[in-house]
């Protein structure tokens, strides 16, 4: 079965603070893709990142940075100096490779970024 | 290039009344899905079609759910009767063909939000 956690239900930082958003998955899949999405407070979900298995490089796009560590299914992500427009409740998602197109989310991490 | 069109953002009805959820995918994106999130059971995914063909609607709560997908272009979620529990907001996504670049990434519309009293 395939399975995202995401453990902080809610973390609050102040601006500027680094803040790191856990995401453990688990398949028995060889080849899959993980995924972050962004939900801020309009409601929409925007996409942030897509990983490939195969492919372990960390990534940074500007104040974000995904750290996934495959040794312990792990798929982090870090924001550098917050600002209140970070506040959103963040998604961590995972997808097999098979013949299914089934995305499996997390219960995702609300986020509150405090001026 | 537009996004995924939902309507409408949002909808009250009473509980019995059928309501019609629609949904206009990306031009060229071979697959749609539709999701349910509420506070209890987070996002969850309720059918999604390929070319038109419903692939996997295990996760349509129960048959007063249905959902169709006439052409490429608009897809249908409909609930009849409804009930307060089915209180939640609807997304619907899109994702390219197989052949795409970004076959794996779906792209979410603005969602319906639903209020059945």
């Known amino acids: 079965a395939q399975k995202v956690t995401q453990a902080q239900t809610e973390i609050s930082v102040v601006e500027k603070e680094d803040v790191t958003l856990d995401c453990v998955y688990e398949?028995?899949?060889?080849?899959?893709?993980l995924f972050w999405y962004k939900q801020p407070p309009s409601g929409e979900l925007v996409f942030l990142i897509r990983?490939?298995?195969?492919?372990?490089q960390n990534e940074i796009s500007g104040r974000y940075s995904w750290n996934f560590q495959k040794s312990t299914s792990s798929f982090n992500f870090t924001i550098t100096a917050s600002q209140v427009v970070d506040s959103a409740v963040y998604f961590c998602?995972?997808?097999?490779?098979?013949?299914?197109?089934?995305?499996?989310f997390g219960t995702g991490t609300l986020l509150a970024v405090q001026p | 290039d537009a996004g995924v069109i939902q309507s409408p953002r949002h909808e009250v009805t009473e509980m019995g009344q059928e309501v019609t959820l629609r949904c206009k995918p990306i031009?060229?994106?071979?697959?749609l899905f539709w999701y349910r999130q509420t506070m209890m059971r987070g996002l969850e995914l309720l059918i999604y079609?390929?070319?038109?063909?419903?692939?996997?609607d295990s996760g349509m709560p129960e048959d007063r759910f249905s959902a169709k997908m006439p052409n490429a272009s608009f897809s249908t979620l409909k609930i009849q009767p409804s009930e307060p529990r089915d209180s939640a907001v609807y997304f619907c996504?899109?994702?390219?063909?197989?052949?795409?670049?970004?076959?794996?990434?779906?792209?979410f519309g603005p969602g319906t939000r639903l209020t059945v009293l």
């Open positions: 079609f390929n070319n038109n063909v419903p692939i996997d």
């Open positions: 398949t028995r899949d060889t080849t899959y893709y």
């Open positions: 990983r490939n298995s195969f492919d372990e």
């Open positions: 031009s060229g994106h071979d697959y």
């Open positions: 996504a899109s994702s390219p063909t197989r052949a795409a670049t970004r076959y794996n990434e779906q792209f």
């Open positions: 998602a995972l997808k097999g490779r098979g013949a299914t197109n089934k995305l499996i």
